[in-house]
């Protein structure tokens, strides 16, 4: 059947319709796409423009608290920070910021606004961020405590310096000396204290690079909670990493061998062993800890409080123990293998037993060996003459 001119000239129609169209949204698409790419991209509002009105010194805001909020950004500290080193945008932390006047900022306190402008870390450090996520310091924040720690708390955005070398990623030594203080912010007491202890003493007052800081006992964005079973079981393992290393301890003439010493005494073979049945239950038994302080640890031969001196030690063990007596420390040989001078007795009934018990078996042997050869051999010989 052929078409009628008239349906013909419809399809025509139809055809230039719908190729009219197709272009007509082609270029509306390329149009819009091209305005998109024009219009200013936030990355291109320079350091410039914004101190231009933020370097001024007594630019600030009054908030609802009543707390002043200065909004004076120092330029020359920036510079010298290592998001200035590495040409990080002012906009690039503070997108909303990009147009004048800036849209509203609603926030209470100062604190607010800490919690609302720190969350543009996780842009760029997202490990970090995800660690936190699981760190002692979050849990307290859920559960509502607001002044547990952000990274804001511990990095001042405008002003931190690099922490880590670039290549091998090592934190740097000048930063390893300012970390408790970091801490102190928050845990100014626990600061106090271990200031005073021969690791926080030799760290302040000495640059001592050897002795741990919080975050080598604590860890950093991960921190866990100390009061935990498994955080005390493990404690042993914790000081042992320094104190069995021979690079670090020779120095300081201390022995390494308290990690092993202890793991042999009745108090370190019950904890070890404990572990592997009930890593989930916190062990009654010392660790190093309870002996030795946690942030307070002193030089064992501290002229007050050392635990050399008996006396001073006794009163560690009767947390445990209630009833010992002045002499009741002399039941365990300390951190010693026994020699003639430490521990003496033990030392002599040792090697009494090590001479005394291969020479009655070797002497039993001996006899027994030669007792055969009468009876059996020498009778043999004789039956057969
Ligand atoms: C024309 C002056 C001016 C410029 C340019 C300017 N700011 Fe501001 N900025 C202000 C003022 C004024 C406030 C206080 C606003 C208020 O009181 O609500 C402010 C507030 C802020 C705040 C506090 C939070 C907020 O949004 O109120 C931040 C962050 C900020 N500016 C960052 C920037 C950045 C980043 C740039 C550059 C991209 C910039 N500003 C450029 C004047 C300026
Ligand atoms: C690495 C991200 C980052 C960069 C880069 C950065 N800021 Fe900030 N800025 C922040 C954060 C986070 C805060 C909130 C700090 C706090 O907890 O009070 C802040 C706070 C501010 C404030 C409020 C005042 C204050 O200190 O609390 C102003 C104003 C501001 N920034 C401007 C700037 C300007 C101008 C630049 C560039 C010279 C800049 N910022 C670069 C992250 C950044
Ligand atoms: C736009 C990306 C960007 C944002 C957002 C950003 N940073 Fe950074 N930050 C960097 C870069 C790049 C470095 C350089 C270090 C590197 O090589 O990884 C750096 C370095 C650091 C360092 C030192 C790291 C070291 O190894 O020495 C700290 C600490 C830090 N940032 C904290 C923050 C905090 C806290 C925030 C949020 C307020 C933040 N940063 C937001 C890009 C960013
Ligand atoms: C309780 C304090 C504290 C908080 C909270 C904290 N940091 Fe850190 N951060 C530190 C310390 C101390 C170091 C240096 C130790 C190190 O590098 O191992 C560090 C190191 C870093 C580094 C260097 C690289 C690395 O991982 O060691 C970056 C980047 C960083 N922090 C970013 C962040 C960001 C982003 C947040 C928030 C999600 C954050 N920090 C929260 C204390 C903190
Ligand atoms: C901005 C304040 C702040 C800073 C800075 C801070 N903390 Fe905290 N920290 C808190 C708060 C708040 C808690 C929750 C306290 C609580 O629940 O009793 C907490 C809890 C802890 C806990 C667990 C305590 C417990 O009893 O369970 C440890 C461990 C800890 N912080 C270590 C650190 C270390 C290490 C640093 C430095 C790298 C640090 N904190 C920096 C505020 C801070
Ligand atoms: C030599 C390892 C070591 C160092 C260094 C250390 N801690 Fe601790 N910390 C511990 C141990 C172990 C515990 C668990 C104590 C317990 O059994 O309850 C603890 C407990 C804590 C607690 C929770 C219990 C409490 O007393 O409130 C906080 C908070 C804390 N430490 C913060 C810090 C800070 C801040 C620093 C640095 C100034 C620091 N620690 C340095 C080993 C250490
Ligand atoms: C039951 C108590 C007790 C426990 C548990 C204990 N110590 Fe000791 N530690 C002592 C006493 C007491 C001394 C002092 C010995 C002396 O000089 O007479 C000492 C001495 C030391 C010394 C000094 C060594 C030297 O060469 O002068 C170090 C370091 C030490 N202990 C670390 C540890 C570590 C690490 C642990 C855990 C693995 C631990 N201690 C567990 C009681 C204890
Ligand atoms: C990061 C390494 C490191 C860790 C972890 C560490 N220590 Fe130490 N500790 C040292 C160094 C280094 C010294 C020597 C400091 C000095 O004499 O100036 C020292 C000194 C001591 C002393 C003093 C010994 C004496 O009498 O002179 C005791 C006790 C001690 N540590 C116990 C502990 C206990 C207990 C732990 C675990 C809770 C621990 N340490 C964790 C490095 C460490
Ligand atoms: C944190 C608690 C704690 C501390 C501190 C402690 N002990 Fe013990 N000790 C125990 C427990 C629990 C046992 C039981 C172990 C078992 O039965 O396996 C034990 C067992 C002993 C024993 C074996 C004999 C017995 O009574 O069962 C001696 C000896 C001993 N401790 C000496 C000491 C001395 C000396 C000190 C101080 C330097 C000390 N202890 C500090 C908890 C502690």
Redesign the pocket.
Known sequence: MRRSPQSLRMDRRLLILTVGLFLLITVLVVLTAGSAGAAPSFQEVSNDTCLSCHSQPDLSRTLPSGEIWSLFVDESHFGEAVHGQEEIACVECHERNAVFPHPEFVVADLRGVSLQL?QT??K??A???S??LD?V?QRAFAAGNFEA???????NPHTQKR??DETT?D?LPE??LH?PE??ARCHNAIYETYHESIHGAALTDEDNRDVPT??DCHG??D?QDPGTAQFRNDTPLLCARCHTDPAVMDKYGLSTDVYDTYVTDFHGTTVALFEKVHPDLPTNKAVCTDCHGIHDIKSVNDPEVGIALKENLLIKCQRCHPDATVNFPDSWMSHYIASPIKHPLVYYVNLFYKIFIPAVLGGMTVYVLTDVYRRFIARGKGEAH
């Open positions: 720190y870390c996780q760029c450090h490990e970090q961020y660690s936190v760190s310091h720690a952000v990274c804001t708390d511990c990095h922490l880590t990623g934190i930063a390893r970390i970091t801490c919080c975050i950093v964005h921190i």
